[in-house]
């Protein structure tokens, strides 16, 4: 039987955090006043092994605010900081809302000299499965076409981060939540995700940097076929394919290898980091304000299908 997620973390924290001098205060049910090596603050459950795994600096600190749903939440510690997509009962569905603030947090984290690595991960089950839908399908053409662009600005100011990213991938990564994901350097998925780019099925168009994220990865032919079937790929099969780095067990954390890898990376020198990010390139690239991220019948029937649970009826 699969054990609990709050179990796993704990499980996780224990088996991290290394000297057995070091105490952790717990105090509430949905967080706690913690002192871990220097760490003093609010640390929400779902980030319990991030305080272990990132020790070892003098910077550590909470910076999401109030845990609740919908949000999006940074821990900065020891080099590396830590974004979180928390909207576990909607499989981390991005909102309008968290768009902004995924991109607020993004931009911050570029500009803090303390930070060496980023990671990127989802609270819950999943990491994201995508846009908000149900949100999008309930506002004008302009609005929608103003959410995707505000997505493509936030993944380019991913792409665009001064210093390494990992994306920490379970459950479901699709469309727009696999976008983020792309947008990292590298991906770490655990057995039984699932990642897919169903967007035909939505009439949402796709951008050159959107269609280049998964050329420059999986070359043109799986890219169509990605696209053209709306298929999803296990972890297994997107290491075969080259969108993931590492998969790991299911019994073991996605989360515990993202942040042992981001440990190996803030050791090597910043300049030869930048060196290397800088030479191997990206697909950020800003369109124009005028490109249409959706078509006007195809968008709409493809939303309403969706939400009605029945293939679309496309012209």
């Not at 709050?6 to 088996?15: P, S």
């Not at 928390?86 to 768009?99: D, G, H, L, T, Y």
Request: glycine share 12%; net charge positive.
């Amino acid at each position: 039987m699969k054990a609990p997620e709050g179990t796993r973390d704990r499980e996780e924290e224990l088996r991290l955090r290394g000297s057995p001098g070091r105490r952790i205060r717990r105090r509430g049910k949905s967080g706690a006043l913690r002192r871990s090596a220097g760490v003093v603050g609010y640390v929400p459950r779902g980030a319990r092994a991030l305080v272990s795994v990132i020790r070892g600096g003098k910077d550590q600190r909470e910076e999401s605010g109030k845990e609740r749903p919908g949000s999006v939440g940074l821990h900065i510690g020891g080099g590396v900081a830590a974004i979180t997509l928390r909207r576990p009962e909607k499989r981390n569905a991005i909102s309008q809302e968290m768009w902004d603030s995924l991109l607020e947090k993004v931009r911050r984290v570029s500009t803090d000299g303390s930070v060496r690595v980023l990671v990127i991960r989802g609270a819950g089950e999943d990491f994201s499965a995508g846009a908000d839908l149900r949100e999008m399908g309930s506002v004008e053409l302009s609005e929608a076409e103003k959410i995707f662009h505000k997505m493509e600005e936030c993944v380019s100011s991913i792409e665009e981060c001064p210093f390494p990213t990992i994306a920490s991938l379970k459950g479901y990564a699709l469309g727009t939540g696999l976008e983020v994901a792309l947008a990292c350097d590298l991906r770490i998925a655990q057995e039984g995700a699932r990642l897919g780019m169903p967007v035909a099925r939505l009439g949402i168009t796709l951008s050159r940097a959107f269609v280049e994220r998964l050329t420059s990865l999986i070359g043109p032919s799986r890219t169509k076929e990605l696209v053209y079937t709306g298929r999803m790929l296990d972890a297994r099969e997107a290491l075969e394919w080259g969108l993931v780095n590492r998969v790991v067990p299911e019994e073991e954390s996605a989360l515990h290898e993202a942040f042992e890898l981001a440990r190996t990376i803030r050791a090597q020198s910043p300049a030869s980091l930048l060196a290397v990010k800088a030479r191997a390139g990206s697909a950020s690239g800003r369109e124009p304000a005028a490109y249409g991220y959706v078509d006007p019948e195809d968008f709409p029937e493809g939303v309403k299908a969706f939400l009605e649970k029945r293939a679309p009826r496309f012209g």
